[in-house]
């Protein structure tokens, strides 16, 4: 069975500070790893993948399949950074279905 | 087009009352999935559809909750004799599914459902 853990409900840095939320996945296969955000009364929204390695809003996340995780980080945090942050792994085969993690409320203080 | 919308926002009932909610995927999009989320989870995925097939069920989908995708747009989740354990957001995504991977899922604002 897959399982994505976050092992943070919750993290506070001050602004400028560096952040790392991390994320640890069991799954047999190859998985497709992504980062989603929700931003305070918005919805749900995919931040980064990791099959695109792409840079969004500073943050970046490398799959390290040795490990088993896929950290989120960010040089220097800033304040509309503040949001919950979750984990996701899809399985691929034909659904495509999501499992995540429980979250990370990252609070960016000024 | 807005993105996924659903409906109602928030919908308060008493336990045993039966319930109905809508998802209006991306016009495009031939995915549509549902997850529930309870306070302090993330998201767990309970069915997902490919036009109108619905493929997938999850366990966590008991007899009492029925989806349908009738024309392959909206979709709508049911849930008869509500009980309180039901109390969650319902979330609905969609995605296309055929372009280059991975498919990116996008959701909808969700339904708050509280049973009383």
């Known amino acids: 069975a897959q399982r994505v853990t976050q092992p943070e409900k919750l993290l506070s840095v001050f602004k400028g500070a560096p952040v790392e939320l991390k994320c640890n996945y069991s799954y047999s296969g190859s998985p497709e790893l992504f980062w989603y955000v929700q931003y305070s009364r918005q919805r749900l929204q995919l931040l980064l993948r990791h099959i695109s390695r792409e840079s969004i809003k500073g943050f970046t996340a490398d799959l390290n399949k040795g490990e088993t995780s896929f950290h989120l980080k960010k040089p220097f945090a800033q304040e509309e950074d503040s949001a919950m942050y979750y984990c996701?792994?899809?399985?691929?085969?034909?659904?495509?279905?999501?499992?995540f993690g429980k979250g990370t409320l990252l609070t960016v203080n000024p | 087009d807005t993105g996924v919308s659903q409906d109602p926002r928030h919908k308060i009932t008493k336990r045993g009352q039966n319930v109905t909610f809508r998802c209006d995927p991306i016009?495009?999009?031939?995915?549509l999935y549902w997850y529930r989320q309870t306070l302090g989870q993330g998201p767990e995925f309970l069915t997902y559809f490919q036009n109108e097939a619905q493929l997938e069920k999850s366990r966590l989908l008991s007899d009492r909750f029925s989806a349908e995708r009738p024309k392959g747009s909206f979709s709508t989740l049911e849930i008869q004799r509500t009980e309180q354990g039901d109390s969650a957001m319902y979330l609905c995504?969609?995605?296309?599914?055929?372009?280059?991977?991975?498919?990116?899922?996008?959701f909808g604002p969700g339904t708050r459902l509280t049973v009383t």
């Open positions: 016009s495009e999009h031939n995915r």
């Open positions: 996701a792994l899809s399985s691929g085969g034909s659904n495509y279905k999501l499992t």
């Open positions: 995504a969609s995605s296309l599914v055929g372009h280059a991977l991975p498919y990116e899922q996008y």
